[in-house]
């Protein structure tokens, strides 16, 4: 019996893998919803369901998982709109908005009713991870300077925007521009007006 060569392993970049599956997983629960199963999502993340179950013990933890992706890419792409020569009062209210109202497609899609962030609001395991996010967005605008009667009304007419640019025909390009401008000159006010 002759041996065989041996193939060398290649290892797994274990940060590309888990990307690869938490890519597929979005596209099919955006695509089918929350009934995808394991294997699906194995499959076209191109690894073994086992593979999978190696990064994501369960099919929940596949789904807080994803719901956190989100989460986080929020958190990112208003970070990434923080202007940092602006230190005066509602800066990261004025990136929420920028973010929000034309400057990141991601963060707009968030809001959408149709995210896939919306269907697993429900999911197992997300109501922490969103308790958690709610309460780092209260304290991130809580600490912006803005009194709450204010940065509350922009931050939710903001979140309005967003969504209703995403999915209807009476909010034109246009309009949110608009809208996106009297929101920011909220942000820069005086307060007590």
């Known amino acids: 019996m002759t041996d065989a060569p041996r193939r060398p392993r290649h290892p797994r970049d274990r940060a590309l893998t888990r990307r690869q599956i938490l890519d597929a997983a979005e596209q099919l629960l955006a695509a089918h919803g929350t009934a995808v199963s394991i294997a699906a999502v194995a499959v076209k993340a191109g690894v073994s369901k086992s593979g999978l179950l190696h990064h994501f013990p369960s099919r929940d ?3 807080v998982a994803v719901a956190d992706r989100g989460l986080r890419t929020l958190v990112t792409e208003v ?3 923080i202007d940092p020569a602006d230190a005066s009062p509602g800066r990261g209210t004025r990136a929420y908005v920028s973010a929000l109202c034309g400057g990141s497609a991601a963060a707009a899609a968030v809001f959408s009713p149709t995210s896939l962030l919306n269907a697993l609001l429900d ?6 991870l969103l308790q958690a996010d709610a309460e780092y967005w209260r304290r991130f605008f809580a600490d912006d300077g803005l009194p709450a009667a204010r940065y509350l009304v922009i931050r939710h007419a903001a979140e ?3 969504a209703s640019s995403a999915v209807t025909p009476y909010l034109t390009a246009d309009e949110l521009n608009v809208a996106r401008d009297a929101l920011l000159d909220l942000t820069r006010s005086d307060p007590s007006t």
């Open 160 to 162: 309005g925007l967003a």
């Open 123 to 128: 999911a197992p395991g997300t109501k922490a």
């Open 79 to 81: 970070d990434q709109q």
């Open 61 to 63: 933890a596949l789904l």
